[in-house]
């Protein structure tokens, strides 16, 4: 049986390798093509099994995302959303998984919810414990650059926050964190 012959003998093969390294030229140069072709082999087992490792390492990776995916969705099923008409900010609104914004509006039944975006700065450059939830052109199809309405900087989809320690300063200031 190849497979066992070969995995019994890979531990000296290994010391091979290690000692050929050390010892130098004289050891090599009186059977170079023996150890050379040893050599190799044993480094291809111990490549082999490296990359079946980190093979198998992606498929548990892998795996527990894929297990964990009706977690995610139920996370994201819900999100903060604006009134294009009324600018009434909705927490929390479920998101009807078949279809995109514009949302139904449940008080009014119109189509005008969508996604709020959060700007957390204030008109000093500071960062404000609660964002102001700003309605970005490009979720309704429109030209043109975002200006949140409180600090006038520019809002974008998935607008960038400040540092999470600087929110929570924020909060701590406004007595929002113990
Ligand atoms: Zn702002």
């Given at each position: ?11 000296s ?15 090599s ?56 008409e ?70 974008v ?21 113990k």
């Amino acid at each position: 049986m190849p497979p066992q012959t070969r995995t019994s003998t890979m531990p000296s093969l290994v010391d091979d390798a290690s000692h050929s390294g050390q010892s130098g030229s004289s050891r090599s140069a009186s059977k170079p093509k023996g150890s050379t072709s040893e050599t190799n082999s044993g480094q291809m087992l111990k490549l082999a099994g490296a990359l079946l490792a980190f093979l198998l390492a992606g498929a548990v990776v892998a795996w527990q995302v894929l297990s964990r995916e009706p977690d995610i969705g139920a996370l994201s099923a819900s999100t903060t959303v604006i009134d294009a008409e009324s600018g009434e900010v909705i927490r929390r609104f479920p998101l009807p998984l078949d279809k995109v914004h514009p949302w139904t509006n449940p008080k009014t039944g119109r189509d005008t919810l969508y996604p709020a975006e959060p700007c957390f700065w204030d008109k000093d450059g500071s960062v404000m414990p609660e964002p102001t939830w700003v309605l970005v052109n490009d979720y309704m199809g429109k030209p043109g650059e975002t200006k949140c309405p409180h600090c006038a900087r520019r809002v974008v989809p998935r607008n960038p926050m400040p540092p999470g320690e600087k929110i929570d300063e924020a909060r701590l200031k406004a007595g929002l964190l113990k």
